[in-house]
Nanobody, 115 residues
């Protein structure tokens, strides 16, 4: 069973920043490509950004390029998402998972951006 624990979400005004963290303690973390996904109300889950096992990053969503940065610490089995210049349309529950994703998901962390 996969254990993914996301944290760091919250309520922030437009233009603000948040840093999300995701711990994956029970996995051979370093060998996997990891990613952040998000799901807004009434919408399907989408892939936001991903990072290879050796740290190469991909901003999968055009709307977050230049604003969001994904990173990882393999020793801590943790992946991060630094989100700057947040917009109301970034409001969603954010999840981390592998690429391709495991079938099990964590509880996610809620990000709410007010205008």
């Amino acid at each position: 069973q996969v254990q993914l624990v996301e944290s760091g979400g919250g309520l922030v005004q437009a233009g603000g920043s948040l840093r999300l963290s995701c711990a994956a303690p029970g996995r051979a973390f370093s060998q996997y490509m990891m990613a952040w996904y998000r799901q807004a109300p009434g919408k399907e889950r989408e892939l936001v950004a991903s990072i290879t096992s050796n740290g190469n990053t991909i901003a999968n969503l055009d709307s977050v390029k230049g604003r969001f940065t994904i990173s990882r610490d393999n020793a801590k089995k943790t992946v991060y998402l630094q989100m700057n210049s947040l917009k109301p349309e970034d409001t969603a529950i954010y999840y981390c998972n592998r690429v391709p994703n495991w079938s099990d998901w964590g509880q996610g962390t809620q990000v709410t951006v007010s205008s």
